[in-house]
Every structure is written in structure tokens, then in C-alpha cells.
T-cell receptor
Framework: EPEVTQTPSHQVTQMGQEVILRCVPI?????FYWYRQILGQKVEFLVS????????KSEIFDDQFSVERPDGSNFTLKIRSTKLEDSAMYFC????????????FGDGTRLSIL | GNSVTQMEGPVTLSEEAFLTINCTYT??????LFWYVQYPGEGLQLLLK?????DKGSNKGFEATYRKETTSFHLEKGSVQVSDSAVYFC????????????FGIGTKLQVIP
């Protein structure tokens, strides 16, 4: 069964540095998402992406964050000037067209800011 | 806005015990409802879903019924196994549009032999 893949599985970065988290969605999916889960807290929606533009974003997704689909397969989340509170598990998801299609999630990238 | 409330746990059960994890939701319109499972060290996997009132989702012995009148989607399993130990997330998405998912806090289940 096709799956969403995320790299790296664990990223350790110094505070203030930029990080790029990578995702390869399922190949025929057109809707892409990023979520994050701070340790011990809920999984929170960050952003959705469709037709090469952001379709919806949460209040968490401020100017520090950006997303890009640089080619036909990758979907990236960039975090600039990382802060300690950016430490979390970041999940990528993708969904096929049509209503009621479930989102398929990757295994996540654990981001640790030191 | 949309929200999902579920029991926090942890829930500890003996093998072959009956499992219920309660979940209620608040949403506008007619959301789709999901249970996702996260096994230790792994990502989020869709366990089951229901897309309209009175639908029953089922998978791997787990069941949940979409109850619009009580805005609930409780997860049940008749006989749990040690391999069911995981964190279970109740979630919803809007029926149309970009369908972001709203998650509950997650309930950790530990099944002991």
C-alpha cells in the first residue's frame, strides 16, 4: 500500500537555525498538510496546501513557517529562526480528491531544538 | 470552531478485557469522524472512519458508531490483545473543503498479559 514518507526521522538543531522537513506524499494525492504534536499535547493543524498554494493555515503558522512543493513529489516545511518551543513531532499528511477521503499520515519527524 | 474531547487515560486493561474509549465532538455541519492509532515509535495510522450519522466504522475488531444525537463516536473492542497497546486519537474533518483534521488529546492504552 502506498504511504507518506518523511525525512529525517529525527532532526536536532541549534536555536536560531533554519530547518527543512521533507515529505513525499502519496503519488496521486493532491491535498497536503502539516501537523505538529508537542510532547504530551494534541496533534495540531498547521497548514493545508492545494494547487501549489496554501489553502488554509492555523494561527500557529506565522511568518516563521513556509511550505513549498519544489517538484512533483516533495512537500517541504521550512522553519526559520527556530525557537525552543518549536521542538515537537511534525507530521505530514496527504489526501486524495473527493469528499470524505481520509488523510494518510507519515511517521513524523521529531524536531529537537537545543 | 471544531473540537474533539476524549478521555485522557492512560487506560490499563488485562488481555481479553472489553475496551471503551469515549469521544465526543463539536462541529458545524456534518463532519467525518475517525479513529487514528499510534503504535510506539510509529506514525498515525487510520484505524476506522464513519462519514454520516449511524454509520459504523470497523477494523481489526474495533468498532465505532457515528451518533449525531449525542455527538459521539466511542471506540470499542470486545477483547483486547497486548498488541493493541498504543495511543488512540479520535478526530474529525469537515465534509467538504480542504478538510483539515481536528484531533482529540489521545488516549494511551496499555494491555497487560
Amino acid at each position: 500500500e502506498p504511504e507518506v514518507t518523511q525525512t529525517p526521522s529525527h532532526q536536532v538543531t541549534q536555536m536560531g537555525q533554519e530547518v527543512i522537513l521533507r515529505c513525499v506524499p502519496i503519488s496521486n494525492h493532491l491535498y497536503f498538510y502539516w501537523y505538529r504534536q508537542i510532547l504530551g499535547q494534541k496533534v495540531e493543524f498547521l497548514v493545508s496546501f492545494y494547487n501549489n498554494e496554501i489553502s488554509e493555515k492555523s494561527e500557529i503558522f506565522d511568518d516563521q513557517f513556509s511550505v513549498e512543493r519544489p517538484d512533483g513529489s516533495n512537500f517541504t516545511l521550512k522553519i526559520r529562526s527556530t525557537k525552543l518551543e518549536d521542538s515537537a513531532m511534525y507530521f505530514c499528511a496527504s489526501r486524495g480528491t473527493g469528499n470524505n477521503q481520509p488523510q494518510h499520515f507519515g511517521d513524523g519527524t521529531r524536531l529537537s531544538i537545543l | 470552531g471544531n473540537s474533539v474531547t476524549q478521555m485522557e487515560g492512560p487506560v490499563t486493561l488485562s488481555e481479553e478485557a472489553f475496551l471503551t474509549i469515549n469521544c465526543t465532538y463539536t462541529a458545524t455541519g456534518y463532519p467525518s469522524l475517525f479513529w487514528y492509532v499510534q503504535y510506539p515509535g510509529e506514525g498515525l495510522q487510520l484505524l476506522l472512519k464513519a462519514t454520516k450519522a449511524d454509520d459504523k466504522g470497523s477494523n481489526k475488531g474495533f468498532e465505532a458508531t457515528y451518533r449525531k444525537e449525542t455527538t459521539s463516536f466511542h471506540l470499542e473492542k470486545g477483547s483486547v490483545q497486548v498488541s493493541d497497546s498504543a495511543v488512540y486519537f479520535c478526530a474529525l474533518s469537515e465534509w467538504a473543503g480542504y478538510q483539515k483534521v481536528t484531533f482529540g488529546i489521545g488516549t494511551k492504552l496499555q494491555v497487560i498479559p
